[in-house]
């Protein structure tokens, strides 16, 4: 079981990009990481942590549920593709398979194609689908 997240244009030659629950788990965790809390902390996902008390502009999609919840606005993602660029970035490309943190740099990598799927978002104005 997993989720794709898409651009809800209904053309199926647009980028989308592709996790395992477990995956997207680890790909949020990263990125709460990066902005300085910890997922585990907070209500949804183990903790009792409000959401109220983050000012992340990551917030919707960290606060997403895996699967239902309302789509992403292409605003949203307007907000957010700087943001994740810029965790994206300081993670040097590099070859997985010589990578001493291989994690690391697939989630970068999955930044990167979310990044390209919210592009498509924000220029043709349409959400962020999750399925």
Do not use: Y
Request: proline letters at 6%.
């Amino acid at each position: 079981m997993g989720l794709i997240l898409f651009p809800g244009n209904g053309d199926d030659g647009t980028p989308d990009v592709s996790w395992s629950c477990r995956g997207f788990h680890e790909f949020r965790t990263w990125l709460a990481q990066a902005e300085g809390f910890a997922l585990a902390e907070m209500r949804g996902f183990g903790g009792e942590r409000a959401w109220s008390g983050v000012s992340s502009v990551l917030k919707p999609l960290l606060d997403h549920p895996d699967t239902g919840g309302d789509d992403l606005t292409s605003a949203d993602c307007a907000a957010m593709a700087p943001r994740l660029a810029e965790i994206a970035a300081a993670v040097p490309r590099e070859e997985h398979r010589t990578s001493p943190r291989p994690a690391v740099h697939r989630h970068a990598e999955d930044a990167r194609r979310l990044i390209a799927v919210m592009d498509v978002c924000v220029a043709e104005q349409v959400e962020l689908i999750f399925l």
